[in-house]
T-cell receptor, first 115, second 113 residues
Framework: AQSVTQPDIHITVSEGASLELRCNYSYGATPYLFWYVQSPGQGLQLLLKYFSGDTLVQGIKGFEAEFKRSQSSFNLRKPSVHWSDAAEYFCAVGPFSGGYNKLIFGAGTRLAVHP | KAGVTQTPRYLIKTRGQQVTLSCSPISGHRSVSWYQQTPGQGLQFLFEYFSETQRNKGNFPGRFSGRQFSNSRSEMNVSTLELGDSALYLC????????????FGPGTRLTVT
């Protein structure tokens, strides 16, 4: 069955420090992978997506992610975190053949940023 | 271009009642998906509608139902509310193609007492 694991429930970093959020997926075929961000009281905003091709994907707000098939991972990175990056981050996989817009989400990683 | 709108934003209901939530997609989008977000279960897919037809359904009981109108607006209904139905309900709209980006609304916060 398809699944997404985000091992870190909560991460705290200092402003200006680098960030890496981990995501591992389980899927039998080549996955479509996404990272979304959710600020308090808001819906989800797409940061970036991977469908095929270059395994290093650039997104909005200075984020990037790298797809590693051998490790079944799609980790999100940012070289220098800003206080406004504090939010919850979700990794997702999908859609699937016949599943159209169904996405399976990880449990999320809540990011806190210290000044 | 206006984003996805959901109404109401907040709702308080009593166990046993029913509730209807509304989602207006981005203009031109024909697909609307619904998700339930809870602290315990996270984000879970409820169902997707495309051109007034349910195209996919998640693993939720029959108390959860939805529909889509000809203008692509969608409603979801939960009957016989239970305490565990308290959640943030998010809808997302897209053009409907396999790789089309989904745009999420701000959600409806449902509290069941």
């Amino acid at each position: 069955a398809q699944s997404v694991t985000q091992p870190d429930i909560h991460i705290t970093v200092s402003e200006g420090a680098s960030l890496e959020l981990r995501c591992n997926y389980s899927y039998g075929a080549t996955p479509y992978l996404f990272w979304y961000v959710q600020s308090p009281g808001q819906g989800l905003q797409l940061l970036l997506k991977y469908f095929s091709g270059d395994t290093l994907v650039q997104g909005i707000k200075g984020f990037e992610a790298e797809f590693k098939r051998s490790q079944s991972s799609f980790n999100l990175r940012k070289p220098s975190v800003h206080w406004s990056d504090a939010a919850e981050y979700f990794c997702a996989v999908g859609p699937f053949s016949g599943g159209y817009n169904k996405l399976i989400f990880g449990a999320g990683t809540r990011l806190a940023v210290h000044p | 271009k206006a984003g996805v709108t959901q109404t109401p934003r907040y709702l308080i209901k009593t166990r046993g009642q029913q509730v209807t939530l509304s989602c207006s997609p981005i203009s031109g989008h024909r697909s609307v998906s619904w998700y339930q977000q809870t602290p315990g279960q996270g984000l879970q897919f409820l169902f997707e509608y495309f051109s007034e037809t349910q195209r996919n359904k998640g693993n939720f009981p029959g108390r959860f139902s939805g529909r889509q109108f000809s203008n692509s607006r969608s409603e979801m209904n939960v009957s016989t509310l239970e305490l565990g139905d308290s959640a943030l309900y998010l809808c997302a709209s897209s053009l409907g193609g396999f790789r089309d980006e989904q745009y999420f609304g701000p959600g409806t916060r449902l509290t069941v007492t």
